[in-house]
């Protein structure tokens, strides 16, 4: 599986640290569309699809979470709990995001404009796929 984290710069500073993204120089998509997971209530989950072509990077930019990967032959779990650490997630990847903590933020860039067809939400049409 071709996911990974990646290191974010870090300007570390007596006033507050800072880290920021560029999408040539850290990101390997171009960023079409930006959206963040927030309030998630004690014990619920998000994800639980895949996407055929949508790459996405997650920071979690507060809190924590864990991200579970599944590509068909192999699974990962990544948790994210550092704002200057961000996963890298390939297209046609079966994943699920659990263990929010509270006031966690997730913030997730993707390669495409928001579409519904391009969602895989069935697992077993996903298996067949891969
Ligand atoms: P969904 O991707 O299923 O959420 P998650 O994977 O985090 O559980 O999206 C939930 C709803 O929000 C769904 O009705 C589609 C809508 N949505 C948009 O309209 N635009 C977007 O960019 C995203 C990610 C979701």
Known sequence: MNARIIELPKILDQRGNLTFIEEENHIPFKIERTFWIYDVPGGENRGGHA?????????????????????????????LNRSY??????????REMTNFSTN????????TP????DYIRDYSIFKNLV
């Open 51 to 79: 996407y055929r072509e949508t790459e996405e990077f997650i920071v979690a930019l507060s809190g924590s979470f864990t991200v579970q990967l599944d590509n068909g032959h192999e699974r990962q779990e990544f948790h």
């Open 85 to 94: 650490y961000g996963l890298y997630v390939p297209r046609m990847v079966w």
């Open 104 to 111: 966690s933020l997730a913030l997730v860039l993707a390669s």
């Open 114 to 117: 928001y579409s519904t067809e």
